[in-house]
């Protein structure tokens, strides 16, 4: 093995080990503050929704027909998915579930991926800000982008929504990332052993 390859080796091995030794991230100060940020961004963004785009259902245009604001209240799930009138507590539960059992399955990935460790807090603070929306508001939650063209729209949304969007993203490209580290790490484990292998095999003919 060449010099440089060993020192590059090296190098990745003690990154591995010093991301592997590092805190879940739902135990850092840094993961609840993205929590608490897009917690209160979705809250303040609602608020002035709620104040402002009245009456209820009344398009405003912000870009043209293309991005509106319509204030609308859903008793569902993002983006007006809809299991019926229990829809709000159904929900409601379902996303604490999902709030855990990602913080769980996570865990790990959350020690050595900067991007997980971005997705996950921002997945949280979204399931929280609609969380609070279906305990506190009969009606449901609070949506209000609007995003289209003529009369072919999009589901109306809110800021939690897209949190929760961009969150999934994130996940979704850190375990590519992790698959594609773990692929490489295999291919120079073969490229290893097959080296060694021939220089056992030369050995033997030169002896």
Request: include cysteine; glycine fraction near 8%.
């Amino acid at each position: 093995m060449k010099p440089n390859t060993q020192a590059s080796s090296s190098r990745a091995a003690a990154a591995t080990t010093a991301l592997t030794d590092a805190p879940t991230a739902s135990t850092t100060w840094r993961f609840w503050i993205i929590v608490l940020v897009t917690v209160a961004f979705d809250y303040a963004t609602k608020a002035l929704a709620v104040e402002h785009l009245v009456p209820r259902h009344t398009p405003h245009r912000i870009i043209g027909d293309v991005v509106r604001f319509t204030l609308a209240y859903n008793p569902g799930a993002a983006f007006g998915m809809h299991l019926g009138p229990a829809s709000r507590w159904i929900f409601a539960a379902l996303s604490i579930v999902i709030v855990l059992v990602l913080l769980r399955a996570t865990s790990d990935l959350t020690r050595h991926s900067r991007l997980a460790r971005f997705g996950v807090p921002v997945i949280v603070g979204g399931a929280i800000g609609n969380l609070l929306d279906r305990v506190r508001l009969r009606e449901g939650v609070v949506d209000f982008i609007d995003i289209g063209l003529g009369d072919v729209r999009f589901w109306t949304f809110n800021i939690a929504d897209t949190a929760v969007t961009i969150g999934a993203a994130c996940l979704v490209l850190a375990l590519w990332h992790e698959d594609q580290l773990q692929q490489d790490a295999g291919k120079s484990a073969g490229k290893s052993a097959g080296k060694s292998a021939g220089k056992s095999e030369s050995n033997g003919v030169t002896s």
